[in-house]
């Protein structure tokens, strides 16, 4: 009994100590003294700003699938994705789990930067933002199986989660565990769609230079790379004028 009651104390120690590292982390990367970061931040972390993205990976999926039923598979699939990533995650973990967001604890509120006053809902573990974006961009990286599409895509997924620590409404445990549940819902979903999809490919030779693994088509691969490029310099103008 003494033993089983050492392991509680130091397993609770050992929390205690996690949850004050990720504050002290949490602070060193939030905000800054810069109006032009801020404004960037800002920009990048609205959804809407990411709309032109979404369109060209609808254009890929279209263009390259000939099959109406597979790219309807496809849309159900990242829909499938935002719904186990982030639906489960507002609805059901970050209300049970009850973490405060770094804005609202009653600890370190007071030292959060904040931006416009932006401080989200109470709750915040784990990060939807996280979840979401990497679970559709693992979910595509398994899709296309382009090398160039799939930095892109991390690269997208991991800009939205330095916003979220730059405006302080996220731990770094947070996104951290965000990334974990994206990466199994991405793949869990690929597979399963993969499984229901396999049989409906029309028989197709590919040239492997011109078409990925999977058939896509690489010069289609590049319009999604392209948009992401002018998406973030768009951030970039945008914020220096605002």
Do not use: Q
């Amino acid at each position: 009994m003494t033993m089983l009651t050492d392991l509680l104390l130091t397993a609770e120690s050992f929390g205690g100590d996690l949850i004050a590292l990720d504050k002290e982390c949490l602070l060193v990367v939030n905000g800054s003294d810069s109006l032009y970061l801020d404004r960037v931040a800002h920009v990048l972390t609205t959804a809407l700003t990411w709309l032109p993205l979404y369109l060209s990976l609808f254009y890929v999926v279209l263009h390259n699938n000939e099959n109406f039923r597979k790219v309807l598979c496809v849309l159900a699939g990242a829909g499938l994705c935002v719904l186990l990533a982030g639906s489960i995650d507002d609805l059901i973990v970050k209300p049970t789990v009850a973490r405060w967001r770094p804005t609202h604890d009653p600890e370190i509120g007071l030292l959060v930067d904040t931006v416009d006053g932006y401080r989200g809902g109470s709750y915040g573990f784990f990060s939807a933002h996280a979840s979401n974006t990497f679970s559709i961009a693992i979910f595509f990286c398994w899709l296309i199986r382009s090398r160039l599409l799939s930095i892109a895509l991390v690269i997208w997924s991991f800009t939205n989660c330095w916003t979220r620590l730059y405006l302080g409404v996220h731990f770094p445990g947070d996104i951290l565990v965000g990334l974990t549940w994206g990466l199994i819902v991405g793949t869990s979903v690929y597979y399963f769609f993969y499984r229901v999809t396999r049989k409906m490919a029309a028989s197709r030779h590919f040239i492997s230079t011109k078409y990925t693994s999977t058939g896509y088509e690489r010069s289609d691969c590049d319009i999604p790379v392209a948009v992401l490029v002018f998406t973030l310099l768009y951030a970039l103008i945008k914020s220096c004028i605002l």
